[in-house]
């Protein structure tokens, strides 16, 4: 059963406009949910956070939007830049004890230049 | 600051065979987690540490895989005998305090993972 769901494998964009990437779930009980990039051949690597009792955060070129009744999570990239070219995974904690993470599949994003 | 260390990077074995993987967390990160990535998908959790205590290791499949942290710092995830199946990329992170959702100071630091490839 998968639990948190990006629905799209692939995403292409040109530079200098925005990226939406989706991501829905389905657990009622997460309350914590974040965006991890990650570039062949390296580790994931944070970007951003928002937890339950927010439906934005923002931080430069990057915006996270939660909608909690649709259970859908977003993430925006305006203006997106070819350095932005990487597989976007979305996640999501529920705390009870271990606060361990559940990940979607991933989209990919390339940025066309 | 140091990131998540974890060695070997790239890792060959034939099915049967043992492997052994290496990881040292962020100082002063008293949580470590490991995980596999199987290509195509995403993370999924093998096993949390809280210091040298486990706190999660449900999804581990224990008759084939053990982890350790005895001294709470750095730790190591084993495979033993591996199978074809276990082909992978093994991601360690390390967070500060989980819990506090919110604070930030749970946010997961992912090291380069080691990619286990078995014949």
């Known amino acids: 059963d998968q639990q948190v769901k990006q629905n799209s494998p692939s995403l292409s964009v040109q530079e200098g406009r925005i990226s939406i990437l989706n991501c829905d779930y389905t657990n009622s009980m997460f309350d914590y949910f974040l965006w991890y990039k990650k570039y062949p051949a390296e580790g994931p690597t944070f970007l951003i956070s928002i937890s339950s009792i927010k439906d934005k955060n923002e931080d430069g070129r990057f915006t996270v939007f939660l909608n909690k009744s649709a259970k859908h999570l977003s993430l925006h990239i305006v203006p997106s830049q070819p350095g932005d070219s990487a597989v976007y995974f979305c996640?999501?904690?529920?705390?009870?004890?271990?606060?361990?993470?559940?990940f979607g599949t991933g989209t990919r994003l390339k940025v066309l230049a | 600051e140091a990131g998540v260390a974890q060695s070997p990077r790239y890792k060959i074995i034939e099915k049967r065979q043992s492997v052994a993987f290496w990881c040292n967390p962020i100082?002063?990160?008293?949580?470590l987690y490991w995980y596999q990535q199987i290509l195509g998908q995403g993370p999924k959790l093998l096993i949390q540490f809280q210091n040298n205590g486990v706190v999660d290791d449900s999804q581990l499949p224990k008759d084939r895989f053990s982890a350790e942290r005895l001294k709470g710092v750095d730790s190591t995830l084993k495979i033993q005998p591996a199978k074809l199946e276990d082909s992978a990329v093994y991601l360690c992170?390390?967070?500060?305090?989980?819990?506090?959702?919110?604070?930030?100071?749970?946010?997961?630091?992912f090291g380069p993972g080691t990619r286990l490839t078995v014949l």
């Open positions: 992170a390390s967070s500060l305090e989980p819990g506090t959702s919110g604070s930030g100071t749970d946010t997961q630091y």
């Open positions: 996640a999501a904690s529920a705390g009870g004890g271990t606060y361990k993470y559940i």
């Open positions: 100082s002063g990160h008293a949580t």
